[in-house]
């Protein structure tokens, strides 16, 4: 089977070009977007990805603040922090980096985000939008990824049967959430697997569209996949490899290898889903930051 590789990059800059045209649009009328990101801690990986939201709000020209606080940041110290940042009123979206150290709770944190700045899409009121179908919320930055690149496949999404593995808020769920609206890029058949699924390879090989979204390298192998089926890899796992420059590799939850041959399109690791999820990002703050200024926002 010629199957085609469906690479983030390329759907990305679309989204891009999009986000700069409505920027143009609101600094005309004298409106900067600012996105402020709070990272607690020292993980690598999430000091990473914390690095490169900035650099994109940067390069597109957003008004960006990087929080850093230290590992042993108390509950109380980040909940001011976010007080702040949503009472500024230069600030329009607000992303706190998870997952945070294990002392901190993370529901009640996210929980003091403004829902019209949570452009995260993780507050309570945006994910009952989101199940509501109201379009005045945030939808996570990740499913509004992978939604954007199944329609820019354009293999269709509605009616066909989607199987997501993988049950986090972050991902699976909420996907699960925005494949399932009525409209354009929804009225999917949804199901979502789990590490408690019976015979997860074989619901999953019923799939026309099937998500991996686990965290688990290479998880998914060729019993999964439906002939023809579109495989969407979330996964982006490190594994150490000493061949490498920086002592590890990038892999998703899908065995590529093994699984592209019997697709009719998959996303690769890395080059696929990771740099959508900042593309949406950035969507969502110039979307806040109109909402804002409109008072559009409901909140
Ligand atoms: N950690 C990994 N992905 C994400 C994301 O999309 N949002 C936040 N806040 N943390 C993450």
Same mark, same amino acid.
Request: charged share 25%; net charge negative; with cysteine.
């Given at each position: 089977?010629?199957?085609?590789?469906?690479?983030?990059?390329?759907?990305? %800059?679309?989204?891009?070009?999009?986000?700069?045209?409505?920027?143009?649009?609101?600094?005309?009328?004298? &409106? /900067?977007?600012?996105l402020a990101v709070v990272l607690v801690g020292d993980d690598p990986a999430s000091r990473a990805y914390v690095g490169s939201k900035e650099r994109k709000c940067? %390069?597109?020209?957003? &008004?960006s603040v990087k929080i850093e606080l230290p590992e042993d940041a108390?509950? %109380?110290v980040l909940?001011?922090q976010i007080?702040?940042?949503?009472?500024?009123?230069?600030?329009?979206g607000i992303l706190v980096q998870l997952p945070l150290p294990s002392h901190l709770d993370e529901?009640?944190v996210i929980?003091?985000i403004?829902?019209?700045?949570?452009v995260d899409?993780l &507050?309570?009121?945006?994910?009952?939008?989101?199940?509501?179908?109201?379009?005045?919320?945030?939808?996570p930055c990740t499913?509004?990824?992978?939604?954007?690149? /199944?329609?820019?496949?354009?293999?269709?999404?509605?009616?066909?049967?989607?199987?997501?593995?993988?049950?986090s808020l972050l991902v699976?769920?909420?996907?699960? /959430?925005?494949?399932?609206?009525?409209?354009?890029?929804?009225?999917?058949?949804?199901?979502?697997?789990?590490?408690?699924?019976?015979?997860?390879?074989?619901?999953?090989?019923?799939?026309?569209?099937?998500?991996?979204a686990?965290g688990?390298?290479?998880?998914?192998?060729?019993?999964?996949?439906?002939?023809?089926?579109?495989?969407?890899?979330v996964g982006i796992n490190r594994?150490?490899?000493?061949?490498?420059?920086r002592?590890y590799?990038l892999?998703?939850?899908?065995?590529?290898?093994?699984?592209?041959?019997?697709?009719?399109?998959?996303?690769?690791?890395p080059?696929?889903v990771g740099v959508?999820t900042i593309?949406?990002l950035?969507?969502?703050?110039?979307?806040?930051?109109?909402?804002?200024?409109?008072?559009?926002?409901?909140?």
């Amino acid at each position: 089977m010629d199957t085609i590789e469906i690479r983030g990059n390329a759907i990305a %800059e679309k989204v891009y070009v999009e986000c700069l045209q409505e920027l143009q649009v609101l600094k005309a009328q004298g &409106h /900067l977007p600012g996105l402020a990101v709070v990272l607690v801690g020292d993980d690598p990986a999430s000091r990473a990805y914390v690095g490169s939201k900035e650099r994109k709000c940067q %390069e597109l020209g957003l &008004h960006s603040v990087k929080i850093e606080l230290p590992e042993d940041a108390t509950q %109380e110290v980040l909940i001011a922090q976010i007080e702040k940042l949503n009472a500024d009123p230069a600030i329009h979206g607000i992303l706190v980096q998870l997952p945070l150290p294990s002392h901190l709770d993370e529901d009640a944190v996210i929980m003091k985000i403004s829902p019209a700045k949570d452009v995260d899409g993780l &507050h309570p009121i945006n994910i009952g939008k989101l199940a509501m179908d109201d379009a005045t919320g945030f939808a996570p930055c990740t499913p509004l990824g992978c939604q954007r690149m /199944l329609i820019e496949n354009g293999m269709g999404i509605s009616g066909k049967k989607v199987v997501i593995i993988g049950r986090s808020l972050l991902v699976g769920k909420s996907l699960g /959430l925005l494949l399932l609206q009525k409209g354009e890029g929804g009225n999917a058949t949804v199901t979502i697997a789990h590490s408690r699924t019976e015979n997860l390879a074989q619901v999953a090989s019923e799939a026309d569209i099937l998500v991996a979204a686990i965290g688990r390298p290479g998880f998914v192998t060729e019993d999964f996949i439906k002939d023809g089926a579109v495989v969407i890899d979330v996964g982006i796992n490190r594994v150490d490899d000493a061949s490498a420059k920086r002592g590890y590799r990038l892999v998703g939850d899908v065995d590529f290898a093994k699984v592209a041959p019997k697709c009719a399109a998959i996303t690769p690791v890395p080059g696929g889903v990771g740099v959508m999820t900042i593309a949406m990002l950035m969507a969502n703050t110039i979307r806040a930051c109109r909402m804002a200024e409109e008072g559009e926002a409901r909140n």
